[in-house]
């Protein structure tokens, strides 16, 4: 159990991911069907994905297993399993920034590519700048006193809450090109950068295994780090597999691709 946390997040957290979370399910075919108008009709499996990530966000977020990461540390990595980096996963494959580059006019589209196309976007967007972002985040939540903070301060706890979603998105997006990207890098340093990224990953559970963040008991911060090294495992295996797979099909025999 977590002793330190002072109370439960304050209800405005949980009512306001509702309404985000709401807002998400219907605008998005909202947009889509909009779209199919003047284009070619958005394939179902792309609002499924979406669908799919948004309730397992949501999950995370909101009910029973919201609630009880307030007091339980593997209720907790549960939650940032499904927040971090399944949701992402999902989230990537509806391809909402083709979406929405779809949906607007003409000037708009093309300032949004000229920001794509920007030097803080390249930066940003650069697999290491994303790993880090996003690994480097979660060594800093969980080996400083930030995991305690989060549990005093509704305000602290809905910021670590949106970065733990965007930065495992960015990361996502940044080895996979799963949604429209302008900034391309080649596939043995994606790979190397994913290696070292989840190598990070195993290596922060073991640690947390060792020594969880104070307040925590040992044998719940145990589990939490059991769930958080298998239970991401299964996530990894799934990223591994997407990216092997889109490497095959950029450089299989016959197949004429533009070097990236």
């Not at 073991?206 to 996530?235: F, N």
Request: proline share 5%; aromatic share 14%; net charge positive.
């Amino acid at each position: 159990m977590i002793h330190h946390y002072l109370g439960p997040v304050e209800p405005w957290f949980q009512l306001v991911s509702a309404l985000l979370l709401a807002w998400a399910m219907m605008f998005y075919p909202m947009l889509s069907i909009w779209t199919n108008e003047r284009y070619k009709k958005w394939p179902m499996h792309r609002y499924v994905y979406w669908f799919a990530g948004v309730i397992v966000a949501g999950a995370s977020l909101v009910g029973p297993l919201a609630n009880a990461a307030h007091t339980s540390f593997s209720a907790h990595m549960t939650g940032h399993l499904l927040l971090g980096m399944l949701a992402p996963l999902l989230l990537l494959h509806g391809k909402p920034l083709a979406l929405v580059m779809r949906a607007l006019p003409t000037n708009a589209a093309r300032r949004l590519i000229r920001l794509l196309n920007s030097r803080f976007i390249s930066f940003a967007s650069h697999p290491v700048s994303t790993a880090l972002l996003n690994f480097g985040g979660l060594f800093m939540l969980y080996r400083t006193d930030l995991f305690i903070w989060m549990h005093q301060s509704t305000w602290i706890y809905a910021l670590v809450h949106i970065h733990v979603v965007f930065a495992g998105y960015l990361f996502t997006w940044s080895i996979l090109y799963g949604d429209l990207t302008i900034h391309r890098h080649s596939f043995r340093m994606r790979a190397a950068v994913l290696i070292v990224a989840l190598a990070s990953h195993k290596v922060l559970a073991k640690l947390l295994y060792a020594m969880p963040p104070a307040g925590v008991t040992t044998s719940d911060g145990e589990m939490g780090a059991l769930i958080m090294y298998y239970g991401g495992d299964v996530i990894d295996l799934a990223l591994i597999i997407l990216f092997c797979y889109s490497w095959y099909k950029a450089t299989a025999p016959g197949r004429i691709t533009r070097a990236v």
